[in-house]
């Protein structure tokens, strides 16, 4: 038999066009930034906080394991996407920069992991930046 | 160099913290009320860790 599709009114709703706000725009830039900053803009404390301090507390990790902080222009495509990952971190990646944290070349398996580490706080980070884009334009509580 | 911490860890150590962590912030963003935030959270994190001891006893029947 086939199953027929009704549209219920949460539905409609929920596909209905929403307003795009200032906030909508600041909360994932912001919470790119500064990780779990969307989220605090939006008075989300506790899940603020706890995005804060996994993607912190990631990014630490790799940097105390001596993980590579990538750089944008090695011309190595391999570089350019970790590059592309680790700046997700936002003002973690400009600060690992500009102190020269973490290691300049993978040379133990401590350090691939770190590396592993940092890129993926930043992929992380992206993705609560997305979460806290959908909070400001109300698809998500 | 300013940051001159070494840290070593182990291969299980590393994977744990990875676990943790990754897992905080696909509970939150993966899901809407913070119930669900918190039962996803530790699902995610029960799944790394059980996919740790499968593999890791997989390579050991691999390697043996």
Same mark, same amino acid.
């Given at each position: ?141 | ?25 696909? =509970? ?12 996803? =959270? ?7 860790? =059980? =996919? ?13």
């Amino acid at each position: 038999m086939a199953k027929t599709e009704t549209t219920t009114p949460d539905t409609q709703s929920s596909t209905a066009a929403v307003p795009f706000t200032a906030v909508a725009a600041l909360a994932p830039a912001i919470g790119w930034l500064i990780p779990g900053a969307g989220h605090l803009m939006q008075r989300r404390w506790i899940r603020g906080l706890l995005l804060m301090a996994a993607v912190a507390g990631m990014f630490a990790f790799g940097v105390a394991m001596q993980g590579k902080v990538y750089q944008a222009n090695t011309g190595d495509l391999l570089d350019i996407l970790g590059f592309i990952g680790d700046l997700g971190s936002g003002a973690f990646y400009f600060m690992a920069r500009i102190f020269e944290w973490g290691g300049t070349s993978i040379t133990s398996a401590n350090a691939d992991y770190g590396t592993k580490f940092i890129v993926v706080a930043g992929l992380l980070n992206i993705m609560a930046a997305v979460d806290a884009y959908h909070i400001a334009i109300g698809k998500k509580e | 160099m300013i940051f001159t911490l070494a840290l070593q860890l182990s291969h299980f150590s590393a994977a744990t913290l990875f676990a943790f962590f990754f897992s905080i912030v696909f =509970g939150i963003t993966q899901r809407n009320t913070p119930n669900e935030m918190v039962r996803y =959270g530790a699902y995610c994190f029960a799944m790394a860790l =059980g =996919g740790l001891f499968v593999a890791g006893w997989f390579m050991w029947l691999l390697h043996h």
